[in-house]
Structures are given as structure tokens and as C-alpha cells.
């Protein structure tokens, strides 16, 4: 029986790997040299995403800016920038930081000038603020003032529309008191008028008696 053993191929989390320099690394369709050539050569400095590693062959499986999929050594690759771009990149922070200097020193003439115009003013600012803190005070005390004159307003309002309910109450009741009351009165007006008829046909008939008896 014969065993063939597979290759140790890693895959990891996207990282990023840059050729190293003076270098043109061909880009292959598997993790040898003997695969097919798929670019003949990745110029140095050229960004690479890696997908896998596999550990035998020491090549590693990439993706390039443009999608493109392949092997190539590991060897060639760096984690780092290549010398030539960082320098261009240091070049370009170095122009801009100088410009940020140029900047920061203009406005420093400008505020070294203004300066003076400052010192003059500062104690007029420092009057208006007094005066806007005893303002301030003063509508504060207006405000808590209001405040609590509206919640007593509510607290008023409150209280009358109790009353109002209360008295709403009342009155149904004295209304229905009083029509429970007119209709007690001719219940009775009624039963002493039948009362009266009853008495007046039992008087009459009762037996009459003779002259002679």
C-alpha cells in the first residue's frame, strides 16, 4: 500500500507582505517551481495580500492589488515597506511637517503682534464679564422666581379642578335627591287619593238602616 503525503498548506488570516528590493519575483499557479508562470515577474515594493503558506515548499499563496491569485518563495517577501517607497513616503511627511512649521510660525508673528491690542482690552473684557455675571445672577433669581410662582399656579389649578369635580358631584346628587324626593311626594299624594276612594265605596257600602230600627 502506498501513502502519499499532502503538502503542509496554512491558511491565515489576511496579512500583508511587500517583494523585497531590487527584486522581480514571477508569480506561479502552485507552491513549486515547477508550476506554471502566471506573471513573470512582480516588481519590488509591490503590496501583496497573503492567503496561505505552505510550509514544505516554502512558498507562499498571495493575491495581489489587481486580484490576481498565485504562489511565490517566501524568501522574497518582507513585512515592511521596501527602502525606496518609505523613503519617498518619509520625503512627503517631511514636506508636509515643514509646511505645518511654516504655518505655526506665522501665526505666532501674528499672534506676538496682536498681543499688545490684547493687554489693552483684556481689562474691558474682564468689566463686561462682571457685569454679565450680576445679570446673570439677576435672571436667575427672576427665573426661580417664575418656577416656583408656576408650580403653586399648578398646585391652584389642581385644587380648583378638584373643587369643581366635587361640586359637580354634589349637585347631581342634590338633583337626584330632589327627584327621588317629588317622586316619594306623589307616591303618597297617590296612595292618600286611593286611600280616600277606598274609605268613600266602603262607606257606601255599608248596609242602611231603616226609620225604624
Not at 496554512?10 to 514571477?26: C, F, G, H, K, R
Not at 513585512?79 to 517631511?94: E, F, G, T, Y
Not at 498681543?115 to 445672577?137: P, Y
Amino acid at each position: 500500500m502506498v501513502c502519499f503525503s499532502l503538502p503542509a498548506i496554512v491558511v491565515q488570516a489576511a496579512e500583508t507582505a511587500y517583494i523585497s528590493d531590487n527584486l522581480t519575483v514571477p508569480l506561479r499557479s502552485g507552491p513549486s517551481t515547477a508550476n506554471r508562470i502566471l506573471h513573470r515577474g512582480l516588481p519590488s515594493g509591490t503590496a501583496l495580500e497573503i492567503l496561505s503558506r505552505d510550509a514544505d515548499s516554502g512558498f507562499v499563496q498571495i493575491r495581489t492589488s489587481r486580484g490576481t491569485e498565485g504562489w511565490l518563495p517566501e524568501q522574497y517577501l518582507v513585512k515592511q515597506p521596501i527602502a525606496r517607497d518609505q523613503l519617498v513616503s518619509s520625503n512627503a511627511k517631511v514636506r508636509e511637517l515643514t509646511e505645518s512649521l511654516g504655518q505655526l510660525r506665522e501665526e505666532l508673528r501674528a499672534v506676538n503682534s496682536s498681543k499688545g491690542e490684547a493687554d489693552t482690552s483684556n481689562s474691558s473684557l474682564r468689566r463686561q464679564v462682571s457685569s454679565l455675571q450680576q445679570e446673570l445672577a439677576e435672571i436667575k433669581k427672576i427665573s426661580a422666581s417664575a418656577i416656583k410662582q408656576n408650580e403653586t399656579n399648578k398646585e391652584l389649578n389642581a385644587l380648583n379642578q378638584r373643587l369643581r369635580t366635587e361640586v359637580d358631584d354634589l349637585v347631581g346628587t342634590i338633583s337626584q335627591q330632589d327627584d327621588n324626593l317629588q317622586e316619594r311626594w306623589l307616591l303618597i299624594g297617590g296612595g292618600l287619593v286611593l286611600l280616600g276612594l277606598i274609605l268613600g265605596a266602603s262607606i257606601k257600602a255599608r248596609p242602611r238602616r231603616s226609620a225604624w230600627n
